[in-house]
Every structure is written in C-alpha cells, then in structure tokens.
C-alpha cells in the first residue's frame, strides 16, 4: 500500500524588482501539513546571475541566524513570523550585485520534502513608471481640474452677481 507523503508547500513571488540602494523584504510562506514543529528549520539561498556557486543567505532553526560571512553579512534581518507561516527577510542596502535568484526552503519535521520557493530578484538604478504612477497622476490631474472648472464657475456667479446689484442700484437712482 501507498502512504500520503506529507509536505511542505513553499510560496514566493516569482520575480522582484528594487532600486538600487534600498532595502526590500523578500516575502515567503509556506503550508505544512503537520503542526509547526519545534525543530522547523528555514533556509535561504542565493543564485548570482553569473550561475557561480550557491551562497547561504539566511538560517532559521528556533530562531534566526545571520550568517557570520558573504556578501549579506550584517545586510539581512529575520522579518518573519512561525506562527503565521511567514519566513520572509528583510535585505538591506541593495546592490547590483545582488542580481539573482533567491531560494526559500523550510522543513517541518515530519514534513521535510516539498517544494522549494525561488524569486528572481532584479536591482534596478531607478524606478520605472508604472501603470499605478500613471493612473495616479491621472486621477490628481482630474481632481485639480475639478477643483479648477468649480472655482472659474464660482467666481463668474460671483462677478454676475455683483453686475447686477450694480445695475439694480442704478436703476433705483433714476427713479
């Protein structure tokens, strides 16, 4: 007879892009079947572009490690939460070196097989104008128009108004 193996299921976003220089959290969930044990343990990785070695990133085992050497020493903070099924990471100071591919990996004894989650990770030198900048600048852009037509028509009202008190006041005159 077959057994249901049990697993853990590991979820990232697929591809990030961040500026230069700042800093950007790396979100990664997962879903065990099993109850979160104490001996759950989480690890990233790093892929540069150039496909060069693997580099450890990241440890969780009870709580988090940062790693004593490489090129994130003192650039990565645990930004997660176990209890909520959050293993995300927090990189600090981002560098076009940084370019590659980030692996998630958490086992969950007994559940120690599963996938693995992986996000591609682009440093950008600015950021690009994205269809919500344009939608937001259309809809201030409107906005101000708005509140442009509203005053025009105000002050045109206002100015009719007082043009014909004044002629009122010179009709009353002659009379």
């Not at 076009?96 to 996000?119: H, L, M, R, S, W």
């Not at 600015?126 to 002050?155: R, T």
Request: with cysteine; net charge negative; glycine share 4%.
């Amino acid at each position: 007879a077959l057994w249901p193996t049990a697993a853990v299921e590991v979820y990232t976003s697929k591809e990030v892009d961040a500026v230069n220089g700042t800093n950007l959290r790396l979100k990664c969930t997962f879903s065990s079947s099993s109850p979160i044990s104490q001996d759950l343990t989480v690890t990233w990785n790093f892929q540069p572009e150039d496909l060069s070695s693997h580099e450890p990133v990241f440890c969780y085992l009870k709580e988090p490690y940062e790693l004593p050497t490489g090129r994130f020493k003192e650039r990565v903070t645990w930004d997660g939460n176990i209890e909520r099924n959050d293993v995300s990471i927090v990189i600090w100071n981002l560098q076009p070196t940084d370019n590659g591919t980030f692996t998630c990996q958490v086992k969950n004894p007994p559940d120690v097989y599963g996938t693995i989650g992986e996000v591609r990770l682009r440093v950008v030198q600015k950021a690009h104008f994205s269809e919500i900048h344009f939608l937001a600048v259309a809809i201030g852009s409107a906005c101000v128009l708005m509140i442009v037509v509203v005053m025009v028509v105000i002050i045109c009202r206002h100015h009719q108004r007082k043009a014909r008190e004044k002629r009122t006041e010179a009709a009353d005159a002659e009379l």
